[in-house]
DNA sequence: GTGAAAGCGCTAACAT
DNA sequence: ATGTTAGCGCTTTCAC
């Protein structure tokens, strides 16, 4: 069956061909469509009638190739099938539109390369400007691209002055979360970290310090890593209770993992939250309808994705953070 | 604080400035980094050398402009907050990835005017194709620009030769589904269906085939739409047992609805599957873990996204159908 | 095997 | 208010 490369390529309507149709010049009609002040009132009337007259479609590549920059706004995630990011592409998308921008999508499983790659790929796209979650360069690697392009990380801190950022209050949230699980007298916390990287740290460190806060005493030696996934999140629940069976409340990195911590306590025979309470991280759409609802640190997702592209358009450096919150459900 | 705007723009490195760090022409440059064969092999050497020493960046805006096509897939669909496209978009970022393609995604609603405007976006970015998705547009319309631009349509079939269509065997799953809804003796379905688009209609009768089939009688006054959420969900099946107190099994366009449903019916102080049994479609990665654990018509998304590239890319007009499976847990 | 010239479609700068 | 010139960085075509 013949497919479309055997068609005829039509030949491209171009800004010359509607001048020629208007009977002005290429730069009258460059100015009609973009719709600059000088110029005639009625001139532009005919150059517009003429565009549409013809079909004609304005080259985005010349555009950027003159401008030295395209309307494109690169959105840098670890997979986009991890339900976490899906709304947060939402609100990149609905403010980059707002923008008049397109978005381009890339996938990084959190592989060091592949962050440099999608970076790479903008860079030569000429991207109006990049917002990603890096979880595997450093932050000087990060710091170089952003002197070529308007940068804005997520979940992560740069030096000051060199490129803005948008975190989700993680101290908060892990404080809210941990509270909650240390109200039963006798509570014992475990963690399941989300993938060594680079910004794990100072959510091991912010777990630490609000156990420390309530007494809870060293939980440290009671962090397990593991892949942001319920698979992950079941295997590291399983390592963690095979240490320290007396573990009787986990705070997960994420909703994911939290699904997993609550079936391998399930799996172990165990009840939650009775034997073990678990809290999760994200807030899911769908955490609410489990079995049991999770109880998770809620973070608003689509505003964070519209936060990153407002800060990458206003061009500041600054640091954001956004407030979450608990949502108690029934998992702790 | 300062913003990137106000770093000078450091000038970029051309092919030009390779050429002379090389002591050779542009061409050779070109033809060296595009690994062509008419080159001896210590000048490339030579220019690939000199390449890396400058961190030459190729320009893709210049190599779209002058080959008329950009190495970009646009993915259209109607929201990718929508958990059932992001494994979608997976696989389609997989496989165009492999093919040396980014991917610009778009976001339409299902609205007409937002499908038009992603195609010419795609067009205006001379992308090397459009995957979509599309629910507002007509045929015709769509087949227009199959003719501009190589199209592979999602989970809808174009006329013959027109562009290459990807789509989910939904008269089996939807047969499936009932079968298994009409083992009750007494069983009395209804549907709850999308969105009101192009495609609905085939969904429509294919679900009054199937329970014609099983002798269920005409249920074509028992099909009521609503939005594909969880809310949609709800309200649709509440209108549905307002309307038919009768119905004891509700087949749902998709899983968000699904679980609408599900709340609706525990709303009206009935319990699931006993009073009133519900299948899903699509089985998001959460529908095993819900409350209670949905069943439904299980659907490889990720194989739908590549499978989508890959149509794209091989040119062809193929009507492609992808086999789908039953799966039961608990709400029916 | 290599280099020179031409030009993709657009907009900034400079005429008029 | 409108037209003309130049050139963004690359690849295709044609010389050599």
Same mark, same amino acid.
Do not use: W
């Given at each position: 069956?013949?497919?479309?490369?055997?068609?005829?390529?039509? $030949?491209?309507?171009?800004?010359?061909?509607?001048?020629?149709?208007?009977? /002005?010049?290429?730069?009258?009609?460059?100015?009609?469509?973009?719709?600059? *002040?000088?110029?005639? *009132?009625?001139?532009?009337?005919?150059?517009?009638?003429?565009?549409?007259?013809?079909?004609?479609?304005?080259?985005?590549?010349? $555009?950027?190739?003159?401008?030295?920059?395209?309307?494109?706004?690169?959105?840098?995630?670890?997979?986009?099938?991890?339900?976490?990011?899906?709304?947060? !592409?939402?609100?990149?998308?609905?403010?980059?539109?707002?923008?008049?921008?397109? /978005?381009?999508?890339?996938?990084?499983?959190?592989?060091?390369?592949?962050?440099?790659?999608?970076?790479?790929? !903008?860079?030569?796209?000429?991207?109006?400007?990049?917002?990603?979650? +890096?979880?595997?360069?450093?932050?000087? /690697?990060?710091?170089?691209?952003?002197?070529?392009?308007?940068?804005?990380?997520?979940?992560?801190?740069?030096?000051?002055?060199?490129?803005?950022?948008?975190?989700?209050?993680?101290?908060?949230?892990?404080?809210?979360?941990?509270?909650?699980? !240390?109200?039963?007298?006798?509570?014992?916390?475990?963690? @399941?970290?989300?993938?060594?990287?680079?910004?794990?740290?100072?959510?091991?460190?912010? +777990?630490?310090?609000?156990?420390?806060?309530? &007494?809870?005493?060293?939980?440290?030696?009671?962090?397990?890593?593991?892949?942001?996934?319920?698979?992950?999140?079941?295997?590291?629940?399983?390592?963690?209770?095979?240490?320290?069976?007396?573990?009787?409340?986990? +705070?997960? &990195?994420?909703? @994911?993992?939290?699904?997993?911590?609550?079936?391998?306590?399930?799996?172990?025979?165990?009840?939650?939250?009775?034997?073990?309470?678990?809290?999760? +991280?994200?807030?899911?759409?769908?955490? !609410?309808?489990?079995?049991?609802?999770?109880?998770?640190?809620?973070?608003? $997702?689509?505003?964070?994705?519209?936060?990153?592209?407002?800060?990458?358009?206003?061009?500041?450096?600054?640091?954001?953070?956004?407030?979450?919150?608990?949502?108690?459900?029934?998992?702790?």
């Amino acid at each position: 069956m013949p497919g479309h490369g055997h068609l005829p390529r039509v $030949k491209r309507v171009t800004i010359e061909d509607v001048a020629r149709e208007a009977g /002005v010049g290429r730069q009258t009609v460059s100015r009609a469509l973009r719709d600059l *002040p000088e110029i005639a *009132p009625d001139t532009r009337e005919r150059v517009l009638a003429a565009a549409s007259r013809l079909g004609y479609r304005p080259n985005a590549l010349a $555009k950027g190739m003159r401008t030295q920059r395209s309307d494109v706004i690169a959105l840098i995630v670890s997979d986009i099938a991890n339900p976490f990011y899906p709304a947060v !592409a939402r609100g990149v998308y609905d403010a980059a539109a707002a923008a008049g921008c397109s /978005v381009v999508l890339y996938n990084t499983d959190a592989d060091p390369g592949r962050e440099r790659d999608a970076l790479e790929d !903008a860079l030569a796209r000429s991207a109006r400007g990049v917002v990603g979650f +890096f979880y595997g360069l450093p932050d000087d /690697v990060l710091a170089g691209y952003a002197r070529s392009v308007p940068l804005v990380v997520a979940d992560r801190q740069l030096p000051p002055d060199v490129a803005a950022s948008v975190s989700n209050d993680f101290a908060s949230g892990t404080a809210a979360a941990v509270e909650l699980l !240390a109200r039963r007298p006798d509570a014992c916390l475990g963690m @399941l970290a989300g993938p060594v990287g680079v910004a794990a740290d100072e959510r091991r460190l912010a +777990f630490v310090a609000a156990c420390a806060a309530h &007494g809870l005493g060293d939980v440290s030696a009671r962090i397990v890593p593991g892949p942001p996934t319920i698979a992950g999140g079941t295997a590291a629940a399983h390592r963690l209770l095979d240490a320290r069976p007396e573990v009787n409340g986990i +705070f997960a &990195g994420n909703d @994911l993992m939290g699904i997993g911590a609550v079936q391998a306590v399930l799996a172990r025979g165990g009840a939650v939250p009775r034997d073990c309470a678990v809290v999760g +991280f994200d807030d899911l759409e769908l955490s !609410a309808y489990l079995s049991p609802p999770l109880s998770t640190v809620r973070i608003d $997702k689509y505003d964070h994705g519209q936060t990153l592209v407002r800060a990458l358009l206003a061009d500041t450096a600054d640091r954001i953070s956004l407030p979450v919150s608990l949502v108690t459900r029934a998992t702790a």
